[in-house]
């Protein structure tokens, strides 16, 4: 099993360095932290990576966890859409060679992305995506949440195939490991949805589709404040059946895929098992989302250690 107390990340940045610019291996180690920090289940996935991509996959996961902080760390919408747009400007000159030197996640990228020849649309997606953080109203239907999944941890796991592929696209090009991506990021992103509920919710914040608040009745108010402490309501509790049972169905297309998907692309699966760990203790809270994740929910890393070292899921 990878140690997540003693990684040091000085030791996997050297390689990154294609100019030898000063400073490089500290900018990814910056990377590191902010993810160990910020989104310890990429954290934990990326330290089932060879150690000479690692780095690049923590700078991919920094840029997406700034991004969906936005929303927390601005006093109005507005302010977030400069922020974006800064990102936006940022990446493109990253593919043009002008490297914001000042910030730690593009010089990071910067390097990834030379190594690595990422795709470009790919986080233009992403930055897109995370405008919708900035909005308080809901995604109309489950179509838009699932457009929404996947332009952020379907694009986060696309990016990340590239990296493990080591030439940039032979990875995600393969036809199954991208497609069992796709589906694991699907189910990732609708439990993820549902094990951040409580949180977004005391930011105002709904990610539940209005066509089916609308279908069980489900009223913001009832989100947003639930009807007692650590309780659900009935619609919630039946639009939870809904995203779980989807994520189910994402899971087990990609289970089917998985005899063609080669072991380099674990880290990117790894989320699978998150995944099913945060289903069994929504069903185990009969479909309570305040119940079932009044607290952080924890990967069950000894599990996706054992998974990573055989490489089967």
Same mark, same amino acid.
């Given at each position: *099993?990878?140690?997540?107390?003693?990684?040091?990340?000085?030791?996997?940045?050297?390689?990154?360095?294609?100019?030898?610019?000063?400073?490089?291996?500290?900018?990814? $180690?910056?990377?590191?932290?902010?993810?160990? +920090?910020?989104?310890?289940?990429?954290?934990?996935?990326?330290?089932?990576?060879?150690?000479?991509?690692?780095?690049?996959?923590?700078?991919? $996961?920094?840029?997406?966890? @700034?991004?969906?902080?936005?929303?927390?760390?601005?006093?109005?919408?507005?302010?977030?859409?400069?922020?974006? !747009? %800064? %990102?936006? &400007?940022? =990446?493109?000159?990253?593919?043009?060679?002008?490297?914001?030197?000042?910030?730690?996640?593009?010089?990071?990228?910067?390097?990834?992305?030379?190594?690595?020849?990422?795709?470009?649309?790919?986080?233009?997606?992403?930055?897109? $995506?995370?405008?919708?953080?900035? &909005?308080?109203?809901?995604?109309?239907?489950?179509?838009?949440? @699932?457009?929404?999944?996947?332009?952020?941890?379907?694009?986060?796991?696309?990016? %990340?195939?590239?990296?493990?592929? #080591?030439?940039?696209?032979?990875?995600?090009?393969? #036809?199954?490991?991208? !497609?069992?991506?796709?589906?694991?990021?699907?189910?990732?992103?609708?439990? #993820?949805?549902?094990?951040?509920?409580?949180?977004?919710?005391?930011?105002?914040?709904?990610?539940?589709?209005?066509?089916?608040?609308?279908?069980? !009745?489900?009223?913001?108010?009832?989100?947003?404040?639930?009807?007692? $402490? /650590?309780?659900?309501?009935? /619609?919630?509790?039946?639009?939870? +059946?809904?995203?779980?049972?989807?994520?189910?169905?994402?899971?087990?297309?990609? +289970?089917? &895929?998985?005899?063609?998907?080669?072991?380099?692309? *674990?880290?990117?699966?790894?989320?699978? =098992?998150?995944?099913?760990?945060?289903?069994?203790? &929504?069903?185990?809270?009969?479909?309570?989302?305040?119940?079932?994740?009044?607290?952080?929910?924890?990967?069950?890393?000894?599990?996706?250690?054992?998974?990573?070292?055989? /490489?089967?899921?």
């Amino acid at each position: *099993m990878v140690s997540t107390s003693k990684l040091t990340t000085s030791s996997l940045h050297t390689e990154y360095d294609p100019a030898n610019e000063p400073g490089i291996a500290a900018a990814f $180690a910056a990377c590191g932290d902010m993810v160990r +920090r910020g989104d310890r289940d990429r954290y934990l996935c990326a330290l089932f990576a060879p150690a000479e991509v690692r780095a690049g996959l923590f700078a991919i $996961a920094a840029l997406n966890l @700034e991004l969906a902080r936005l929303p927390d760390k601005v006093s109005e919408p507005l302010l977030g859409q400069i922020r974006l !747009q %800064w %990102w936006r &400007l940022s =990446i493109d000159g990253i593919y043009d060679g002008e490297i914001e030197s000042g910030d730690d996640i593009s010089r990071a990228l910067a390097a990834t992305i030379s190594r690595f020849g990422l795709s470009r649309d790919v986080f233009e997606r992403l930055i897109d $995506a995370r405008a919708f953080d900035l &909005l308080t109203d809901p995604p109309e239907d489950m179509a838009a949440t @699932e457009t929404y999944i996947d332009n952020t941890a379907g694009a986060v796991a696309t990016l %990340w195939l590239e990296v493990l592929g #080591g030439t940039g696209k032979s990875a995600s090009g393969d #036809g199954a490991c991208a !497609q069992a991506s796709h589906h694991v990021a699907r189910a990732y992103g609708l439990s #993820g949805l549902l094990r951040a509920l409580p949180y977004h919710a005391q930011k105002g914040r709904i990610y539940l589709p209005a066509s089916l608040m609308k279908q069980y !009745q489900l009223r913001r108010e009832d989100v947003l404040s639930p009807i007692s $402490a /650590g309780t659900s309501g009935a /619609g919630l509790i039946e639009i939870a +059946r809904e995203f779980a049972a989807q994520a189910v169905s994402e899971l087990a297309a990609a +289970r089917a &895929l998985m005899p063609s998907v080669p072991k380099a692309a *674990m880290p990117v699966l790894l989320p699978m =098992i998150i995944a099913e760990s945060a289903l069994k203790c &929504l069903e185990k809270a009969r479909y309570d989302v305040f119940t079932a994740f009044s607290r952080p929910h924890r990967a069950p890393i000894l599990k996706m250690a054992l998974k990573s070292f055989t /490489g089967r899921l």
